[in-house]
């Protein structure tokens, strides 16, 4: 008889997630109660905010809780539905969770629009990666043809949406990035004018300053730790910070302290956190613009797939190191 | 005969300022050439953002050269003019520096106007510090009645009137400066709510959850260090940091490291640098306002007042000492 394998929290991590935090179990396939639909789930999503979600200290959103499937947005298919507003066939987004099949509400559900694109996209560069990438560098960074936007992770589901649309913007797009290949990746595949490899052996001061030699308008940044702190070096006047993720201390029980950050008062930086999640109605805009981007083939991203759920734990940490090209999915189940 | 004595800058400091940093000399006192006036300076204002335009680091202005007359804006009176919209008797501020005769040719400078304020006010609460204050909590802190702000040197020029403005926005002022006599005079005087004493030898983290229960949403931010690392932690969801200054760090040599700085991540913060003098436009509006208030009582300050042009060099390192209560001055001559 056919079950539901899910992937549950079984201890809170103190640094890297090891074996024990996560438990795999087998449970009963939901039925849909009253106002509920069922959806058996085809793509899973991994992505760097999750560390927060299983982590002790006080993070951004509600933390899940031991025992709890693991958080994740997902895309499958409703195969059973006692709600009207979503029927048996209908192909969905929502927080599905960490599992082969899930009973959903609705909240926070979207249907997946009719199109040529493939669904695992709706994850990646039009989904939340790529929103994120569109709010935080549109609107906080807000750069001007001819400047220069800097991005961390560059060859991230996030990062890589950055640079190319700063490339869009007419700007001067350098990305920062682990090893020769995911440079390549960025530059070649992306059409970045420039990456830095941080895992080079060579002077990342230097390296930088001849990546982005008019300095940094808009530093995206996604690592934190030492990376962001030389960066933090190069920005000029007026330069804006959009503070998307610092994934380079998320496993770090001390975290790191930055020393250059009178260089933010010296140069009058403006630096803003955000979450893509904190203004959903900044979405149906993004979402527009980057489905016709992506269709156009003016933004691209590579996927790393992992299979089956029971995949999904080896997968998130691997991501966490760096492991990843692109966007980081679980391959689920075959449509 | 009379002669024009000035404070020269005689060495960049490598760290604190010493007997070494400026040099005293007499100079003919200028007349004035076509299109110039000499002012005779009754105040000038000693600001912290003064040692960063002796610094060999890169600041935000250019630097004052060895052998120059040291930067600062004063109030004096014309007493001769080849200048068509100055003459002699105007009462005027600018950029005069560190002495007790000037000569300029009218850029920046702006005559005071008519009105019963004393002139060194011009200086202070209806001078730079106020505008700063003025554009800092409001346009970059925003405060909303009800949200709590913090302000740290509290007791000085731009503290002090920061504190005010948040009590006239129907926040709650809270002010950290050191030394019981700051903070009674903060809070007795001035009115803020509360303010910590980071010398009492207590706990600053305890003492602040105290001071501000609800959290901060507003960090003014003028001093940096293990203080602004501290108060980071009582940052709220969306909470904004107007940084104003780090007079903690400009005479270090090793600049202190930041350890909570993710912590603007997971608050989704807003800080940014800012220089009040970058956008002119807001002075007319805010010194309308601020000359308003002050003239009612509604915003004050004391001032710490040290005797004749000689006097600078120690009066200057006693304020980044934190020697001072409410505006610097010193007293050049008698109107």
Same mark, same amino acid.
């Given at each position: 008889?056919?079950?539901?394998? &899910?992937?549950?929290?079984?201890? &809170?991590?103190?640094?890297?997630?090891?074996?024990a935090?996560?438990r795999?179990?087998?449970?009963?396939i939901p039925?849909?109660?009253?106002?509920?639909f069922?959806?058996?789930?085809?793509?899973l999503?991994?992505?760097?905010?999750?560390?927060?979600r299983?982590s002790a200290?006080k993070?951004y959103?509600?933390g899940?809780?031991i025992?709890?499937?693991?958080?994740g947005s997902?895309?499958?298919?409703?195969?059973?539905s006692?709600?009207?507003a979503?029927?048996a066939?209908?192909t969905?987004i929502?927080?599905?969770?960490?599992?082969?099949?899930?009973?959903?509400?609705?909240?926070?559900?979207?249907?997946?629009?009719?199109?040529?694109?493939p669904?695992s996209?709706?994850?990646?560069t039009v989904?939340?990666?790529?929103?994120?990438a569109?709010v935080?560098?549109?609107?906080?960074?807000?750069p001007k043809?001819g400047e220069?936007?800097?991005?961390s992770?560059a060859?991230g589901a996030?990062?890589?949406?950055?640079?190319?649309l700063?490339?869009?913007?007419g700007? &001067?797009?350098?990305?920062?990035?682990g090893g020769?290949?995911?440079?390549?990746?960025?530059?070649?595949e992306l059409?970045?004018?420039?990456?830095?490899?941080?895992?080079?052996?060579?002077?990342?001061?230097k390296?930088? &300053?001849?990546?982005a030699?008019?300095?940094v308008?808009?530093?995206?940044e996604?690592v934190?730790?030492?990376i962001?702190?030389?960066a933090?070096?190069?920005l000029?006047?007026?330069?804006?910070?959009?503070?998307c993720?610092?994934v380079?201390q998320?496993?770090?029980?001390?975290?790191y302290a930055?020393?250059?950050?009178?260089?933010?008062?010296?140069?009058?930086?403006?630096?803003?956190g955000?979450i893509v999640?904190?203004?959903?109605?900044?979405?149906?805009?993004?979402?527009?613009?980057?489905?016709?981007w992506?269709?156009?083939?003016r933004?691209?991203?590579?996927?790393?797939?992992?299979?089956?759920i029971?995949?999904?734990p080896?997968?998130?940490?691997?991501?966490?190191r760096g492991?990843?090209?692109?966007?980081?999915?679980v391959?689920?189940a075959?449509?």
């Amino acid at each position: 008889m056919p079950s539901n394998t &899910r992937v549950l929290l079984a201890a &809170r991590p103190d640094g890297w997630p090891t074996d024990a935090t996560f438990r795999v179990d087998e449970a009963p396939i939901p039925t849909p109660r009253d106002g509920e639909f069922v959806v058996r789930l085809l793509w899973l999503s991994l992505d760097p905010y999750m560390r927060g979600r299983i982590s002790a200290a006080k993070s951004y959103a509600k933390g899940v809780e031991i025992g709890d499937v693991m958080t994740g947005s997902g895309v499958g298919q409703v195969v059973d539905s006692k709600h009207p507003a979503f029927a048996a066939g209908d192909t969905v987004i929502g927080q599905f969770g960490w599992q082969e099949w899930a009973a959903s509400d609705g909240a926070g559900v979207m249907k997946v629009p009719p199109g040529p694109l493939p669904l695992s996209v709706y994850l990646g560069t039009v989904g939340m990666p790529g929103v994120t990438a569109y709010v935080g560098l549109l609107d906080i960074g807000a750069p001007k043809a001819g400047e220069t936007v800097l991005v961390s992770a560059a060859a991230g589901a996030v990062g890589g949406v950055v640079g190319q649309l700063a490339k869009i913007q007419g700007c &001067r797009a350098v990305g920062i990035a682990g090893g020769r290949e995911k440079c390549d990746y960025v530059v070649r595949e992306l059409g970045f004018d420039a990456c830095v490899d941080y895992k080079s052996g060579g002077d990342l001061d230097k390296e930088l &300053r001849a990546a982005a030699p008019k300095g940094v308008d808009v530093l995206f940044e996604n690592v934190g730790g030492p990376i962001m702190d030389t960066a933090f070096r190069h920005l000029n006047p007026f330069a804006r910070v959009p503070l998307c993720g610092l994934v380079s201390q998320y496993n770090e029980t001390v975290p790191y302290a930055v020393a250059s950050f009178g260089l933010l008062l010296v140069n009058r930086v403006k630096l803003q956190g955000f979450i893509v999640s904190d203004d959903m109605s900044k979405w149906p805009g993004a979402l527009a613009k980057l489905s016709g981007w992506v269709a156009e083939g003016r933004i691209k991203g590579r996927e790393t797939i992992a299979k089956g759920i029971r995949s999904a734990p080896a997968a998130f940490v691997g991501m966490l190191r760096g492991g990843n090209i692109g966007k980081q999915l679980v391959k689920v189940a075959e449509a």
